[in-house]
């Protein structure tokens, strides 16, 4: 297994799109702690924008990677190693580039010009939600056959999480404006990891208080060790639950 | 006789395509089988569930005795040349001759003899992306043979090989055999099957039209060649 990483992530790292994605990271992080005195205002742009690009990119190379290797899988299934082994094999390689550029692009910078409880929430969440899109991103691939269809349902669930979601979000507030929401909602963002590492780290930031009586429950649930606690183990599900289904297709797919 | 492999009522189906309806065959150490039959008459899919890539709805396969569902270790018996081999694109052939060594844990009795016969060992700085259809056969072919397997299953061995080339395979073939292994060959070239096979399996529309040995079906058909006796059996 840490063979076949080993082999995959060094594969990765030669590509260029790879290195692409470190250096532009590294960019927005850089330029953004350049163009503003404070930190924090920074932390929360960077957080804005990490949000997009850091599943997009995950979920999208990782598909990706996934097809474009799909022969290379055949040729390691005629050999003998486990079926386990193999995808994991892949899952570790594929997270050791893409979670190496996000720490190199976002990690080093946040550590150079912030280094606080709350950098280091948002390189933990960043990495979590590496990590999560990934998973989705082998689920999508080994439930699709073909590369076209396997990157359009990674795009669909980016395009959920990112978009769709928020708007479901909207439609049902309105919906049920006359019942109290609050604690629901709560739940709500547990099925949506952006949304998750949004507010774990914008806790950290204490500007809840913007976000008005919401904000303030939120601060109350997120903002407490149980709150942080239950985010942080929502995350890991959204990372190991996807990775385990994938595992159980992959043991009965046809290849 | 003592078989290798043995296919025991072996069914699969793509969605509502049955591929394989109970197919039945064994083979034993020694000697060389070609696989015929025309497209999509189940071919790959028989040797992909060798191989344990396709997984059977129905039946079973052993391998010395043993099933093979849900196990890896029988493997290390088996080399496996792929009908299009495509390999990491960033990687050069050196490394990709030194990961499978790596991934089987195999660094002795290394059967390097293709890699030689196809200069492949000097141009290990090459990588897998810019090598031409050809080349990627000669080094899924020099991958196959490398771990010196007493099974070798060749999935159309020649398709896209210059002919000097497909003629180095064709006499490392015969000389496997020599040494008693088993080779399971698809193949739509029916001289070169003509040439190495001794039995001849073929497949029609996933069942087994017959499987005997070249020499039966010649003197049956009464034909010299494998070609005209095929034209005859089957009409």
Known sequence: MFKIAKYISLDIIKSKVIIAYTLLLAAICVSIFMADEDVTKGLVSITTVMLIIVPLVSVVYATTYYFNASEFTELLVSQPISRTNILMGKYLGICVAILGAFLLGVGVPILLFAASITGLTLILTGSLLTLSFISLAFLSSVLMRDKAKGIGLALMIWFYCSIIFDGLVLVFLFAFSDYPLEKVLIAITAFNPIDLARILILLQVDIAALMGYTGALYQQFFGSGLGITFTLFMLMVWFLLPLWASLRVFKKKDL | ?235
């Open chain 2, 1 to 235: 006789m003592e078989y290798i492999i043995q296919v025991k009522q072996l069914k699969k189906s793509f969605g509502k395509l049955e591929v394989l309806k109970q197919v039945d065959c064994d083979f034993s150490r020694g000697g060389i089988v070609g696989v015929l039959g025309p497209n999509a008459a189940g071919k790959t899919t028989l040797i992909k569930s060798i191989l344990g890539m396709v997984i059977p709805d129905g039946g079973e396969i052993l391998f010395e005795g043993k099933s093979v569902a849900n196990s890896f270790e029988y493997k290390k018996n088996i080399g496996y040349m792929p009908q299009i081999g495509r390999y990491p694109d960033n990687m050069k052939i050196g490394d990709l001759f030194k990961m499978m060594k790596d991934i089987r844990n195999v660094h002795e009795n290394l059967d390097t003899d293709l890699i030689s016969a196809y200069g492949l060992d000097a141009m290990t700085d090459k990588a897998m992306h810019t090598l031409s259809g050809g080349t990627r056969q000669k080094v899924s072919a020099a991958l196959a043979f490398l771990f010196n397997p007493p099974v070798l299953i060749l999935d159309e061995p020649t398709a896209g090989l210059d002919p000097l080339s497909a003629e180095i395979l064709k006499d490392k073939i015969l000389q496997e055999k020599a040494k008693g292994k088993l080779i399971l060959i698809t193949s739509h070239i029916l001289t070169e099957v003509d040439e190495l096979a001794d039995k001849v399996m073929y497949l029609l529309d996933g069942n087994i039209k017959f499987y005997k040995t070249l020499t039966d079906l010649k003197a049956e058909t009464g034909e010299q060649r494998l070609g005209k006796a095929l034209t005859k059996i089957l009409s």
